[in-house]
């Protein structure tokens, strides 16, 4: 009895159709990785809930990695689909797409949490210096004695 090691297993249907599906994993593991900024946005909001709109340097720490998360990962997109791609030469446009548009939603749920802390000018009363006075449409005095 001569027990050696095989690095290659012989060739059989059931070795060729677990190919075929190894091949077809790399868009559904695309999509997944698309929708893994989706995955965070729950979380985020429960965690925008529980800070409340008081400016605290734990708040403001907290927005600012809503922002700075979302857009590294916008930065290391190609980084992030470049394993994918390593398997095969498809582009995966469409799920990159769709990596961009749910971090740029995480960068809005910021910056909604920003306008309700106060933070983003978005009232009149913010730009109450910038406002030309009202002309005023009579005038009034105070009864003078003579």
């Given at each position: 009895?001569?027990?050696?090691?095989?690095?290659?297993?012989?060739?059989?249907?059931?070795?060729?159709?677990?190919?075929?599906?190894?091949?077809?994993?790399?868009?559904?593991?695309?999509?997944?990785?698309?929708?893994?900024?989706?995955?965070?946005?729950?979380?985020?909001?429960?965690?925008?809930?529980?800070?409340?709109?008081?400016?605290t340097?734990?708040?403001?720490?907290?927005?600012?990695?809503?922002f700075?998360?979302?857009?590294?990962?916008?930065?290391?997109?190609?980084?992030?689909?470049?394993?994918?791609?390593?398997?095969?030469?498809?582009?995966?446009?469409?799920?990159?797409?769709?990596?961009?548009?749910?971090n740029?939603?995480?960068?809005?749920?910021?910056?909604?949490?920003?306008?309700?802390?106060?933070?983003?000018?978005?009232?009149?009363?913010?730009?109450?210096?910038?406002?030309?006075?009202?002309?005023?449409?009579?005038?009034?005095?105070?009864?003078?004695?003579?």
């Amino acid at each position: 009895l001569s027990l050696s090691f095989s690095p290659r297993p012989p060739a059989s249907p059931l070795h060729a159709s677990s190919l075929h599906l190894c091949s077809s994993r790399g868009p559904q593991r695309a999509w997944n990785i698309a929708l893994s900024p989706a995955k965070a946005i729950p979380m985020n909001m429960l965690m925008m809930w529980m800070m409340g709109s008081s400016l605290t340097i734990w708040t403001i720490m907290m927005v600012g990695m809503m922002f700075v998360t979302p857009v590294n990962s916008m930065l290391s997109m190609e980084k992030t689909f470049a394993r994918l791609n390593q398997d095969s030469n498809e582009s995966y446009l469409w799920q990159k797409c769709l990596f961009v548009l749910m971090n740029l939603l995480g960068v809005a749920l910021g910056m909604y949490k920003c306008a309700s802390m106060g933070l983003i000018p978005n009232t009149p009363s913010d730009w109450l210096e910038f406002m030309a006075p009202g002309e005023r449409a009579e005038y009034s005095s105070p009864g003078l004695a003579f």
